[in-house]
Each structure stands twice: as structure tokens, then as C-alpha cells.
């Protein structure tokens, strides 16, 4: 999943809880929590696994993994207002 520049500047700069705040404005449910580790369920089936800090932002190698699980779109991030 590639991206273009003006849209890795803006989400290089979002927190987990932004991430968070957005998977539920999608759909996604919590699934299990284990330590500091969120599971999330979408109900068509996907899944993906947070490791959750206030307040952390990710690099971009495990932004990039995020979502690539996630499976979101830049119109979807655009939607969930992550971007502009």
C-alpha cells in the first residue's frame, strides 16, 4: 500500500488514541486486551492488534503494517477525518 507524500506527513503525526478514535467511528470493536496490546475486530472480519501508549505515535515501518491491516483507503482516512 503506498501512499503519497502530503498524506504520510499528515499521519506520521497520529497518536494511538487517534488511530483508536477512528477505528471505532469505522466499525471495529474491541476484541481482547492483553497488557498493552488492543486487539480490534472489524465485522467483516478483519483484525488488527495496537500496541497502545497515550499519547504514542509510530514509525513509519509500523504505521505502514497498521494500516496495511487495517485496510483503509486515503478517501477512508479522509472520511474518518485522519486526513485532510
Known amino acids: 500500500m503506498k501512499?503519497?507524500?502530503h498524506v504520510w506527513s499528515q499521519l506520521k503525526n497520529k497518536s494511538a488514541d487517534d488511530?483508536?478514535?477512528a477505528l471505532k467511528?469505522?466499525?471495529?470493536?474491541?476484541d481482547e486486551k492483553i497488557g498493552a496490546q488492543?486487539?480490534?475486530?472489524?465485522?467483516d472480519g478483519r483484525?488488527?492488534?495496537i500496541h497502545y501508549h497515550p499519547k504514542k505515535t509510530?514509525?513509519?515501518k509500523l504505521l505502514k503494517a497498521l494500516l496495511e491491516d487495517i485496510?483503509?483507503?486515503e478517501s477512508d482516512m479522509r472520511r474518518l477525518k485522519l486526513i485532510k
Open 19 to 21: 488511530l483508536i478514535s
Open 38 to 43: 488492543q486487539v480490534w475486530r472489524h465485522p
Open 25 to 30: 467511528k469505522d466499525g471495529w470493536n474491541p
Open 71 to 73: 485496510g483503509w483507503t
Open 3 to 5: 501512499f503519497p507524500p
Open 58 to 60: 509510530y514509525g513509519p
Open 47 to 49: 483484525r488488527v492488534s
